[in-house]
Structures are given as structure tokens and as C-alpha cells.
């Protein structure tokens, strides 16, 4: 059974707004970048890396299920050669379909967990860990869809995560770009327990 957690039904307020470079070296050639086919072989690392860095500012609550929010700068560095990249938000993946508005690519992740500190200092700390999942973006013009399915393989979290975002990119100038938009995530009952679930031992530290 799935079960929507009450911490995350609650409406996003502001998820990134940030600047991004532009890739360092010029993409491919364009035969390449719409290449409709499928591709598990060598020959998807054809073409140059393209490198882009940047930084941006995400509102966090100040843990999962908290009232309170906080900003935090968020560094950005995207690397790509052909179809494979390496992507502080995106994990470390392989493109195996991509055209002039899908992309579909297996990818591998991390996924932060809870920290001990603050108002959750009587409770137990959950490592986070790395995530396998399958990651899909539509994009027309300006316009980005993109969503994610994975699930843990090290750390204390179980189950499965689903997230999706809508983000508008806009040209700064011929290096920089600005992308803002809202996001949504769905988590699996054993991922929320593991998350907001109290122990008997952490009601006996807490006295919740």
C-alpha cells in the first residue's frame, strides 16, 4: 500500500531559483543531440564533454515535516559526453533514449536522510544513501517536465520515492540562464515510517 504522507502534501512555496553557466565546451553536433535511437554501446560517449557550473537558492523546511523553513545556497555541476552524465541533481547516469523532447536515462542518486540536531535531537538518525532509479524529462522551448522513480540500495531509507518538477528556463544572456519552478514528491509507506515513524525508544527520549 502507498500512502501519502501528510508532511509532504503540503504546498511547495518556492523549490530553486538560481543562475547557471553555460556549458563550458560547445554541444555536440546535432545529429547526435536528436538521436532517436536506443543505446547501451560505446558509441553513446561519442562527441566532447560539455561541463556546466553554477549556483542557485532552494527554501527548505528545516527538516522533512518541519513548519519553519530555511534558504540554502545550492551549487550546481553538470558534466556530459554523449549519452552519459554526471550531475549533482541528477545523479550519475546513462541516456538510453533521447530526442528533441524526451529523454529516458537509468540513473544513480543520493537521497539525504535525517539528521539528529535540533528540534530531532532525541531521536535516531536515518543515513541517507544511494538511490537506482530511472529519471524522464520533456522539454519544449522554455518548458521542462521532468520525473524520477527510485529506490535505496545503501542507508537506512526503505521503499520508493517518485518526484516530478515544472521548470521555466530563461536566457540571461549568451553564458547565463535563470530556471525557476514548483515540485512535488510521493513516497512509499515504508520510506514515511522510516522517516516520521516514532520508536518506543525515541518516545522515551522525546517524551512524544
Known amino acids: 500500500m502507498v500512502r501519502y504522507s501528510r508532511y509532504l502534501s503540503r504546498p511547495l512555496t518556492a523549490v530553486i531559483a538560481g543562475l547557471c553557466c553555460a556549458p563550458l565546451l560547445a554541444q555536440t553536433s546535432g545529429s547526435d543531440?536528436?538521436?532517436?535511437?536506443?543505446?547501451?554501446?560505446?558509441?553513446?560517449?561519442?562527441g566532447e564533454w560539455r561541463v556546466?557550473?553554477?549556483?542557485?537558492?532552494?527554501?527548505?523546511?528545516?527538516?522533512?515535516?518541519?513548519d519553519s523553513y530555511r534558504a540554502l545556497p545550492l551549487p550546481f555541476l553538470d558534466a556530459r559526453k554523449g549519452r552519459f552524465f554526471a550531475s549533482v541533481l541528477e545523479g550519475v547516469g546513462w541516456e538510453v533514449f533521447r530526442n528533441e523532447h524526451w529523454r529516458v536515462a537509468p540513473a544513480v542518486s543520493?537521497?539525504?536522510?535525517?539528521?539528529?540536531?535540533?528540534?530531532?535531537?532525541?531521536?535516531?538518525k536515518v543515513d541517507g544513501?544511494?538511490?537506482?532509479?530511472?529519471?524522464?524529462?520533456?522539454?519544449?522551448g522554455p518548458w521542462v517536465v521532468d520525473a524520477d522513480l527510485g529506490a535505496p540500495v545503501s542507508?537506512?531509507?526503505?521503499?520508493?520515492?517518485?518526484?516530478?518538477?515544472?521548470?521555466?528556463?530563461?536566457?540571461?544572456?549568451?553564458?547565463?540562464?535563470?530556471?525557476?519552478?514548483?515540485?512535488?514528491?510521493?513516497?512509499?509507506?515504508?520510506w514515511n515510517e522510516v522517516l516520521f515513524q516514532v520508536s518506543p525508544e525515541d518516545s522515551a527520549r522525546s517524551g512524544i
Not at 33 to 46: E, T, V
Not at 52 to 66: I, K, T
Not at 129 to 140: C, H, N, P
Open 33 to 46: 543531440s536528436l538521436d532517436r535511437s536506443f543505446s547501451l554501446g560505446s558509441d553513446g560517449l561519442k
Open 110 to 124: 543520493y537521497a539525504g536522510g535525517r539528521d539528529d540536531e535540533g528540534a530531532l535531537s532525541d531521536f535516531d
Open 155 to 190: 542507508g537506512d531509507l526503505e521503499g520508493w520515492r517518485a518526484r516530478g518538477n515544472l521548470l521555466y528556463r530563461s536566457p540571461v544572456d549568451e553564458r547565463w540562464s535563470f530556471a525557476a519552478g514548483p515540485g512535488v514528491t510521493w513516497a512509499s509507506e515504508d
Open 129 to 140: 544513501g544511494a538511490m537506482a532509479g530511472i529519471l524522464i524529462t520533456w522539454r519544449d
Open 52 to 66: 556546466s557550473a553554477g549556483a542557485g537558492v532552494g527554501v527548505l523546511p528545516d527538516y522533512v515535516g518541519a
